[in-house]
């Protein structure tokens, strides 16, 4: 597949950067080139915000059952191409192609769902206190929004925000991440060959520093959805703050996952072993603490290893799991097995370079047991596929370990014991959780966020908790 040369989208059209400068998306498989794309500056993002900006009203007045139909024309485009965005999906971020398929399904699903929801969009009427009274809301779009999003689910989260962003009525600045922005174009190719009209979706590339901060710091600006890191989270934070943009900020995670002496061994390994090691580790909700009873430890560890080194490393097109998205990923994953070692956990299985026939950025699944909680490959987000298993002799103190955490997106809890599985719900603090399920894996249907510094905790995505973010409600009094 020939590189692609690539522009921003903005109002309408596929337009040049003002800045010359291009930075090359490669195959972190084989370092073959992806795409080449505008390293746009701060000229360009204000562009694609003004086009926003003369295009909400327009859109905003657009009966919701048309803007509906204009993302449910998008999602069977999409749903057209599925099988090429796979593959470029694979080829730009590197996870194994049945993960890619299902992203691009997932982004395909969150299309058709939002595109029904537009027509519900309306307010609530509700029983007045006077008579000759109505008494009713009314929701209305909160105007011009920015979205920022990671490279992990590049076609997933971009959808998860645009599409309730317009359902609502919202016009719309995208930046997505530089390290995998191809498969955004193909979003916005449906949406504009599903006639969005002009400036309602503006995609710009570029750097976060540049790009990101320009929108982010904008008066234009009325809202911004960020997913990423929490350390970026919180420069777009203080940014928002400057202007008064509404924020909903999707950060790290370190996910735990308890296993109880009443959970079938077997069955746990494969829940802990595919939330840790699926999409190589970098999922925010990946399994990245497995805190395990005393009783089953040494069972669960060597049935853990057992299937990690079962997994068959290489190109996404080709192996079970991919390489890490770039060299510089992979060495943050290097450098946190070698002070996992330093730490004095005991590296079971994994942590080395494996010897995959491609230049590629592979390590191996990795597990370390006899982990403290205090060790820092227990406390920071590593983000790629290494688990920390941590024993423990109570529930009690598995709770205690699985809250130690300045994270708390997902949780799970595996155990046949329904008292101990409720228990786990009302006292972990984490934005989802989960019984006898793994940590990763989300329907589009209901609330996804986290708490601590997973998240600002102002607004939930998805589900009908994503409409609230972009949505404002105007009360009116009607006496006649
Ligand atoms: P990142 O480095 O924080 O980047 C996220 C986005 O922010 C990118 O588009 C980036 O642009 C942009 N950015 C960087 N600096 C910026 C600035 N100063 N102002 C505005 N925007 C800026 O995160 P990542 O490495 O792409 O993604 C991995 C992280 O995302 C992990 O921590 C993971 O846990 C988290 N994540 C969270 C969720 C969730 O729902 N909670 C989901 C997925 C991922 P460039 O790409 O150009 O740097």
Redesign the pocket.
């Known amino acids: 597949m020939a590189a692609q040369q690539r522009t921003n989208y903005c109002n309408g059209e596929w337009v040049e950067s003002e800045s010359t400068e291009t930075f090359t998306v490669r195959n972190p498989a084989d370092q073959s080139v992806v795409g080449e794309f505008p390293q746009s500056t701060a000229g360009d993002a204000e562009r694609a915000i003004d086009a926003a900006v003369d295009a909400k009203d327009a859109w905003a007045e657009t009966p919701g059952p048309e803007r509906g139909a204009v993302l449910r024309r998008a999602a069977g485009l999409l749903e057209d191409r599925a099988d090429d965005v796979a593959e470029t999906l694979t080829r730009e971020e590197g996870k194994a192609l049945p993960e890619a398929s299902g992203e691009v399904q997932r982004a395909v699903d969150i299309l058709y769902y939002y595109a029904e929801k537009a027509s519900d969009l309306a307010g609530e009427a509700k029983a007045p206190s006077g008579r000759a009274s109505r008494l009713r809301t009314v929701t209305e779009p909160v105007g011009v929004v920015g979205l ?6 590049p076609i997933a ?1 971009p959808t998860w925000k645009a599409a309730p962003a317009l359902a609502a009525g919202n016009a719309v600045v995208l ?5 995998a ?1 191809t498969v955004v174009h193909e979003l916005t190719e449906c949406l504009d060959e599903a006639g969005l009209p002009d400036g309602v979706l503006n995609v710009v ?5 540049e ?3 320009t ?2 710091s904008h008066e234009s600006i009325d809202a911004i959805s ?8 919180e ?2 934070r203080e ?1 928002a703050a400057e202007t008064g943009a509404r924020i909903q900020l ?4 370190k996910n735990p996952a308890v296993v109880m002496p009443s959970a079938d061994v077997d069955e746990a390994v494969d829940i802990v072993g595919s939330g840790a090691f699926g999409v190589t580790g ?5 399994t990245s603490r497995a805190i395990v009873h005393e009783s089953i430890y040494e069972e669960f560890v060597e049935g853990l290893v057992d299937y990690a080194e079962d997994i068959d490393i290489g190109p996404g097109l080709e192996a079970d799991m991919g390489p890490q ?1 770039t060299e510089s ?1 992979l060495e943050g994953t290097l450098d946190y097995i070698e002070v996992g070692n330093e730490e004095g956990a005991t590296l079971e299985t994994g942590g080395s370079v494996p010897d995959v026939d491609a230049d590629g950025h592979y390590v191996e699944p990795t597990v370390f047991s006899d982990v403290k909680s205090d060790m820092r490959i227990a406390q920071e ?1 590593i ?1 790629g596929p290494v688990v920390a298993v941590i024993p423990v002799a109570d529930f009690e103190e598995a709770v205690e370990t699985a809250n130690d955490s300045q994270y708390g ?1 997902s949780a799970s809890v595996i155990t046949d014991d329904l008292s101990q599985a409720n228990h786990f719900v009302d006292e972990i603090d984490a934005g989802v959780v989960k019984i006898n399920e793994k940590t990763t894996g989300l329907e589009l249907h209901v609330p ?3 708490t601590k510094n ?2 600002s905790e102002t607004w939930r ?1 998805q589900g009908d908790a994503g409409l609230d973010f972009f949505t404002t409600s105007k009360t009116v009094y009607l006496n006649y």
């Open positions: 920022i999003t990671p490279w992990n689910y989260i930046k997505p991440a530089s390290q922005p590339t570029g750097s976060g520093s790009v990101g901060a929108i982010t960020f997913t990423g890191s929490s350390a970026v989270g420069i777009v940014s999707e950060m790290g995670g970098q999922a925010c909700t990946a998205v990923e987000e983000f997106l996804f966020g986290g997973s998240s995505e």
